[in-house]
């Protein structure tokens, strides 16, 4: 009887992905995820959250939404977590969500390093906005 040995390849650990809130329907997939088009025409997987009840963020891209009562939704703003502090994170994405008038929050936790996350960032950017530096400043009427 012969023997193999076998090379067990390293386990490579993510941080957790926090738990999606209720946002008023029901929490099925279509619901707690939504996917957004860069100006590469590559499109980005993002879980969603409310402003107020999203959990402390780790290093991720985020953009900050207005939905309306027609389930409308508008880009307000498109930004990433820059702290290791992820309650810091969580306090300026909602800082800037309240100045914007945003009521969700949809975050990519998939760019694993600070480039791919700059690079999601300005794809989401161009392709929302049209230009990299366009985008609200406070809440419109």
């Known amino acids: 009887m012969a023997a193999r040995i076998l090379k067990i390849a390293p386990v490579r650990h993510r941080t957790p992905t926090p738990e999606p809130v209720a946002l008023?329907?029901?929490q099925d997939l279509?619901?707690?995820?939504?996917?957004?088009r860069g100006a590469s025409a590559k499109r980005?997987?993002?879980?969603v959250y409310s402003l107020?009840?999203?959990?402390?963020?780790?290093?991720?891209?985020?953009?900050?939404?207005r939905r309306d009562k027609d389930g409308q939704r508008k880009v307000l703003h498109v930004g990433r977590g820059r702290s290791?502090?992820?309650?810091?994170?969580?306090?300026?994405?909602?800082?800037?969500g309240a100045q914007l008038g945003a009521?969700?929050?949809?975050?990519?936790f998939l760019?694993?390093?600070?480039?791919q996350r700059g690079h999601v960032m300005c794809d989401l950017r161009a392709g929302q906005?049209?230009?990299?530096?366009?985008?609200p400043t406070r809440a419109s009427a």
């Open 103 to 108: 009521n969700e929050v949809h975050v990519h």
């Open 44 to 47: 980005y997987v993002h879980t």
């Open 24 to 26: 008023g329907v029901p």
């Open 52 to 65: 107020v009840e999203c959990p402390p963020l780790p290093r991720a891209m985020y953009l900050l939404v």
């Open 129 to 135: 906005f049209g230009e990299l530096s366009c985008e």
């Open 30 to 36: 279509p619901s707690r995820l939504h996917f957004w």
């Open 84 to 96: 290791d502090a992820p309650t810091l994170n969580l306090a300026q994405v909602r800082q800037r």
């Open 111 to 115: 760019a694993d390093t600070e480039a």
